[in-house]
T-cell receptor, first 112, second 115 residues
Framework: AQSVTQPDIHITVSEGASLELRCNYSYGATPYLFWYVQSPGQGLQLLLKYFSGDTLVQGIKGFEAEFKRSQSSFNLRKPSVHWSDAAEYFCAVGGTGNQFYFGTGTSLTVIP | GAVVSQHPSWVICKSGTSVKIECRSLDFQATTMFWYRQFPKQSLMLMATSNEGSKATYEQGVEKDKFLINHASLTLSTLTVTSAHPEDSSFYIC???????????FGPGTRLTVT
């Protein structure tokens, strides 16, 4: 069955520190992988996506993610977190069909 | 590019009334649109998938007679919550996609409160 797991419900980091948000997926076919960010009361903004090719993908706002097929993971990273990065982060997997599968989200708090 | 709008951004209605939410793709034609529901502090739950000119496909457990979806054109889909009840209060998000590259573009969401 297709699913996405984000093991960390909530993460707190200090401003300027590095960040890694974990995402594991289960998908029967070649996955298309996405990371979205959601600020309170807002819709989802695409941070980055992986379809094929280089397994390290760069996104907006200084984020990057690495696709590791052997680990079924697509972890999101940022070398230096800014206070404005505080938000909810969702990992999603999809394919050539319609269905997107979202993880339960990771809430990021940034402390000064 | 790839902007999706929703209207209204928030709405308050009385129990028993109906409310319509519009989802528009502003700068592209969306072959498929999706409606999600999100409860506080939770992930998005897919409610239904709609393709232009055909009936929507509802996910298991979603009442199709309560949540009416119409995809009248390649740029507009509407969700009508009929006979709304307080438990229908939620954040509703639509998304739209083209045939490729298989990514979805999300609207800003609509906060529905039923009193």
């Amino acid at each position: 069955a297709q699913s996405v797991t984000q093991p960390d419900i909530h993460i707190t980091v200090s401003e300027g520190a590095s960040l890694e948000l974990r995402c594991n997926y289960s998908y029967g076919a070649t996955p298309y992988l996405f990371w979205y960010v959601q600020s309170p009361g807002q819709g989802l903004q695409l941070l980055l996506k992986y379809f094929s090719g280089d397994t390290l993908v760069q996104g907006i706002k200084g984020f990057e993610a690495e696709f590791k097929r052997s680990q079924s993971s697509f972890n999101l990273r940022k070398p230096s977190v800014h206070w404005s990065d505080a938000a909810e982060y969702f990992c999603a997997v999809g394919g050539t069909g319609n269905q997107f599968y979202f993880g339960t989200g990771t809430s990021l708090t940034v402390i000064p | 590019g790839a902007v999706v709008s929703q209207h209204p951004s928030w709405v308050i209605c009385k129990s028993g009334t109906s409310v319509k939410i519009e989802c528009r793709s502003l700068d592209f034609q969306a072959t498929t649109m999706f409606w999600y529901r999100q409860f506080p502090k939770q992930s998005l739950m897919l409610m239904a998938t709609s393709n232009e000119g055909s009936k929507a496909t509802y996910e298991q457990g979603v009442e199709k007679d309560k949540f009416l979806i119409n995809h009248a054109s390649l740029t507009l889909s509407t969700l009508t919550v009929t006979s709304a009840h307080p438990e229908d209060s939620s954040f509703y998000i639509c998304s739209a996609r083209t045939l490729a590259p298989y990514e979805q573009y999300f609207g800003p969401g609509t906060r529905l409160t039923v009193t």
